[in-house]
């Protein structure tokens, strides 16, 4: 079924002069010789020097949109109608030389994970040179544009990084290194998809300030897909809503978050944790459902299935495409009834924390032993947290979180000296040695549930396992606790006989998240449990995650570098630099009152949905080695406040600001009520250096 192009785009000038013109796409995968529509009727343009950011939910098409850009498909992709215009030039009809060319001199794409774009038996150098080399340079030319290509991206000391292999840099340098690959060949459409996820969000920021420069550097064309609504306000002109193949919602990325116009953009927007939301205020909204799987027939409205104002003209009418103005438009019948979606009503809710510390670690600090070099990860860390309790731990990459949260666990044994303690009793180091209680009452959420499940087993067998094995609990009362355990996890039986790769991302978190609740524990430690999710399926988690604390008293170490997410589920926060704990207090006051320098600089890079952060503190350089770190205050390297002759001779003691909230540094509070302020030249200058 063909739909009205939207006149919004038809304004938008001719499509043979934009940098991309997707024109009434249409593409299915064949799956055992049936095509399964993948993308219907997609278009938009994107003309030299605009970024279109494209949003939406795992399984909507966007990398499917992204990878067609470029043509980059897989065998099994049909495509059945419509073209897809580079300056004019149709990519589909192009000819295996012609692609070549124009991959290799007009368009470049930038990967999620740059770990896996990188060949990691091949230096930095070598790889880098390679993309010259193609274009005709000879080896010595190729090796010197190399060195060019990462001070382009603001690579300091370019010759000793193109020595280095590449796990040997940090996830941020790599997507430099990445970028300054796609650039090569000075392309005039860059794709980036989901180019800063599981990145910090000082280096996050870093990525994006370096894509903003280029972009006006070379007047190239972007396309960006992010999960991540603030990152696209921040980096895009216009914004492409996508819902099961196809675009929604479309128009001026400020405006359309600004104000939606179609149901689903409104729900995602919904379940963003935003203008200082808690878990004590209210639950997130969710989206309820699930997106359709793929080559499921939607002949009317794509969203019809999930959508809150849905009714019988949605289910027997194609929605029209209705243009809002300025190029906004939206495909849906009940443009006029939007403001009858609505978050939640405010729901005060009173988490019932106790006094005492269940977990209490004092002195603990934990030294690896490299190249006969020791290396210390954590350096005399005093943590403690209550029954009930949410500590959320945030801090760069490199900074001792995961190790803290091993030592913890018992996989990492702490140096002589420090003590784990569990309800005031000593804990053994190592988990091996430490009694069934101890074990049973730590247990971990990981990051990414694929790695962490058997995907041989069915969800049945994963709980059951976990149950028999930390439990007294056997036979039928295992049974019974396992269909309990699903029933609390929102998980119907039908799943409890599926293995893991049947399940979509949010599922499988959800049996994670069960796994780890099995054995009644005590702390349940959550290492960036939704970092890889999208929004509609994190706010499900949360609202689980804090429920399940309700009712369970359970106390959490929430591990994220998501700073929307910790505040809204934290109870306190702890900041952690070079295996030190830099600042710990209240969520709320770590949001109202004075921080600690690099709390300041850590907040002010987060990108919001709501609007960019009135005053950027950028951090300069990389984190120090920890074999080698600063003197005095390990962060007077990279601190916009320090003070010249006191912060790199003497090591600052913790001081207390308020009650609860500490600081490590020399600062008073009148000193850091001071504001600082960075200007864009400054700014330009530090990330230069």
């Not at 971990?444 to 969800?459: G, H, I, K």
Request: include cysteine; aromatic fraction near 4%.
């Amino acid at each position: 079924m063909t739909v009205t192009e939207p006149a919004g785009i038809a304004d938008r000038g001719d499509p043979t002069t934009a940098a991309l013109a997707v024109q009434n796409l249409e593409l299915a995968y064949e799956v055992r010789g049936v095509p399964r529509e993948v993308l219907r009727d997609v278009t938009f343009q994107i003309r030299p020097g605009e970024a279109f950011g494209l949003v939406g939910e795992s399984g909507c098409g966007k990398s499917t949109t992204a990878y067609a850009a470029l043509r980059y498909l897989p065998d099994n992709a049909v495509v059945q109608g419509g073209a897809v215009l580079a300056n004019g030039v149709d990519i589909l009809k192009m000819s295996t030389g012609e692609l070549r060319d124009f991959r290799s001199s007009q368009a470049s794409m930038v990967y999620q994970d740059p770990v896996q774009a990188m060949n990691p038996a091949l230096k930095i150098g070598r790889q880098v040179a390679e993309c010259y080399q193609i274009l005709g340079q000879s080896k010595s030319e190729a090796m010197e544009s190399a060195g060019d290509a990462l001070r382009r991206v603001k690579i300091a000391d370019p010759v000793r990084v193109l020595d280095r292999y590449p796990h040997q840099l940090s996830g941020g340098m790599l997507q430099r290194v990445v970028i300054a690959m796609a650039l090569s060949g000075d392309p005039k459409l860059l794709v980036l998809d989901e180019p800063t996820t599981g990145l910090d969000a000082t280096v996050e920021a870093e990525v994006l300030d370096l894509v903003r420069d280029l972009r006006e550097e070379t007047n190239a064309a972007i396309l960006l897909i992010a999960h991540n609504l603030g990152v696209i306000r921040s980096m895009c002109d216009r914004v492409g809503v996508m819902y099961a193949g196809r675009i929604v919602e479309e128009g001026n990325a400020q405006v359309v978050f600004d104000n939606p116009e179609h149901p689903y953009t409104k729900g995602l927007l919904n379940a963003i944790p935003r203008s200082g939301v808690r878990k004590t205020d209210r639950a997130l909204f969710t989206i309820p459902g699930n997106l359709p799987l793929i080559g499921t027939p939607l002949p009317t409205c794509v969203y019809v299935d999930r959508c809150p104002l849905a009714d019988d003209l949605c289910r027997t009418e194609v929605p029209p495409v209705v243009p809002v103005g300025d190029g906004h438009w939206s495909r849906c019948h009940h443009i006029d009834r939007m403001a009858q979606i609505v978050e939640p009503d405010a729901q005060i809710t009173e988490y019932d924390i106790g006094t005492d510390n269940v977990i209490q670690l004092n002195g603990v600090s934990k030294t690896f032993r490299q190249r006969g070099h020791d290396v210390p990860a954590l350096v005399s860390v005093d943590l403690g947290f209550h029954e009930g309790e949410t500590l959320g731990l945030v801090g760069e990459s490199g900074s001792g979180k995961s190790t803290l949260a091993k030592t913890l666990l018992g996989i990492h044994s702490p140096d002589s000296g420090g003590t784990i303690t569990l309800r005031g009793r000593e804990m053994q180091s190592k988990a091996t040695d430490r009694i069934a209680e101890s074990t049973r009452a730590i247990s971990m959420v990981f990051q990414n549930p694929d790695s962490a499940l058997n995907r041989m087993w069915t969800v049945r067998r994963i709980l059951k396992r976990t149950l028999t094995k930390l439990t007294d609990v056997q036979g039928a009362e295992a049974d019974r606790r396992v269909e309990e355990l699903a029933e609390a996890m929102r998980l119907s039986p039908r799943h409890l006989d599926m293995r893991p790769r049947q399940l979509s991302g949010g599922l499988k978190q959800r049996v994670a998240i069960a796994r780890a609740f099995a054995g009644n524990p005590d702390v349940v430690v959550c290492d960036e449990p939704t970092s890889a999710l999208d929004v509609s399926v994190q706010a499900a988690i949360l609202n689980l995650l804090a429920n399940l604390q309700n009712d369970e008293r359970t106390s959490y170490l929430f591990i994220t570098h998501d700073i929307g997410v910790v505040r809204y589920l934290a109870d306190r926060i702890a900041v952690m630099y070079l295996g030190r704990i830099m600042e710990i207090g209240s969520t709320d006051v770590m949001f109202s009152e004075v921080n600690h320098p690099y709390t300041e600089a850590l907040l002010s890079a987060v990108p919001s949905v709501d609007g960019e952060a009135e005053n950027r503190i950028p951090l300069t350089g990389e984190i120090p080695s920890p074999a080698n770190p600063p003197s005095g205050c390990v962060f007077h390297t990279r601190c916009h406040r320090v003070i010249e002759g006191l912060c790199e001779v003497t090591e600052p003691a913790m001081q207390e600001l308020s009650p609860g909230h500490r600081i490590k540094c020399h600062l008073t509070v009148e000193q850091l009520s001071v504001p600082v302020e960075i200007t864009e030249a400054a700014t330009l200058a530090t990330l230069a250096d």
